[in-house]
Structures are given as C-alpha cells and as structure tokens.
C-alpha cells in the first residue's frame, strides 16, 4: 500500500472520530467546521489507490460524486427547507454518478434474477415513502431519491451475481445510506426523534460512503492489478 493511501486514510479516519465525538457531545461548532472536510478526505485516500495507474472515466466519476456529496454536506449544515432540499438533491445527483461506476462494464441484463434486482426498486421506492407519511409536493422528490438509494444497493446484489469482487461492500453500503437517511426522514417528516439520533446518523453515513467508495476502488484496482 502507498505511504499517500495511508496517510489519507488515516486523516479520513481521524476527522471522521472528530465529526462523530463532536455530534455526540453536543459540539455543533466543531462538526461545522470538520463535515465539510470528511468527503475531500475520502476522496484524496480514494484517488490516491488509483492514480496514476487508473487514471480512468469510471474515476473521476467517482471523485465527481464524492465533490457532489461535498456540497451536499455543506448544504445541509444550513437550516431551511430550501438548502436541506438542495443537499438532498447534490446527494442524489452524488448518487446518480456512483450508479455511473457501479453499471460500468455490466452491459445487457441477463435472466429473472438480474431483472428482479433492478425492478425491485420501482415497487418499493414508493411503499417505503409511505410509510414515512410524506405529502405532496415532497413525495415525488423523495420517491426519486429513495430509489436512486435501492438502485444503488440493488447493483450490488448485481455485482454478486455477476460474481464481482467487493459486491458485499456495494451492498451494505447502500444498504447503510438508506438507514442514515431514514434517521433524517423520520424526523422531517414524521416529526419523530430520540435521543442520540444525530449521533446515528453521522457514523452510519460515514459507513456508507466508505464501504461504497472503497468497494468501488479496490474493485477498479483489482481490475488494473489482479494481484493487488
């Protein structure tokens, strides 16, 4: 492993301590000031394993995602409905460019199973919606995000089929940003909360992205080096 990889994974590892320490105490100021830098962080460690040897489309696709979720956190740090809309949306969009890594090289769907795991998503997008109680003119919106979500995590169940390396993480990622989502919807939108809720949902997000970025670069790696 490379002394950079290292280096960078080690300072993604310590600001996210930080950002999760500081939300779990009540130290809003600090988390300010650090969620804006965990995404840049993830994104240095990533490109650090894939440059220059992959210096690929399906890289700088990644970064272009991890950049959006960057601007997504920083927007939601913002109160207002209008910049939590925003941010949903750049996480969303964040999304849409790891689905662009996630599909690559998978060409034409084959069988019931393939077909079953990206269908799936249409059906429950809006029965998960509902169970959140969310009204219109919100519903379509985070009907559109909750699918990008399963669409995600439904890939990886694709990966596995097709016998992929570090399906699992594709998997238990998209599996993990749905349940920190959900912490946050249940909230807007069903007016629920509990203690320690917050403290939640920065460590599952935090999951999440790990265990989706380093799914999709140690496979992009693999697919460089075999032997790596």
């Not at 925003?86 to 069988?111: D, E, R």
């Not at 749905?178 to 939640?200: P, Q, Y």
Request: proline share 4%.
């Amino acid at each position: 492993m490379k002394s950079s990889t290292k280096i960078t994974g080690c300072i993604f590892l310590l600001l996210s301590l930080i950002d999760v320490v500081s939300v779990f105490i009540g130290g809003n100021d600090i988390h300010l000031y650090v969620k804006p830098l965990l995404m840049p962080s993830l994104a240095a460690s990533a490109l650090c394993q894939l440059l220059p040897e992959n210096n690929s489309r399906q890289t700088w696709l990644l970064l272009a995602g991890l950049c959006t979720h960057t601007t997504g956190d920083v927007l939601l740090n913002i109160d207002g409905y209008i910049y939590f809309a925003l941010g949903m949306g750049a996480f969303m969009i964040g999304n849409w460019f790891y689905l662009c890594v996630l599909f690559s090289g998978i060409g034409a769907l084959k069988g019931w199973k393939e077909l079953l795991c990206i269908a799936a998503p249409v059906v429950l997008a809006p029965v998960i919606i509902g169970l959140f109680g969310v009204e219109w003119p919100f519903r379509f919106a985070v009907i559109m995000y909750a699918f990008t979500l399963l669409v995600v995590t439904a890939s990886g169940v694709l990966w596995k089929i097709r016998g992929r390396q570090f399906a699992s993480r594709i998997i238990w990622g998209g599996m993990a940003f749905m349940a920190s989502d959900s912490l946050i919807a249940i909230n807007i939108f069903s007016g629920i909360d509990f203690a320690f809720r917050d403290a939640l949902v920065m460590p599952v997000y935090l999951l999440a992205e790990w265990l989706l970025v380093s799914g999709m670069v140690r496979y992009m790696v693999s697919s460089t080096d075999p032997t790596a």
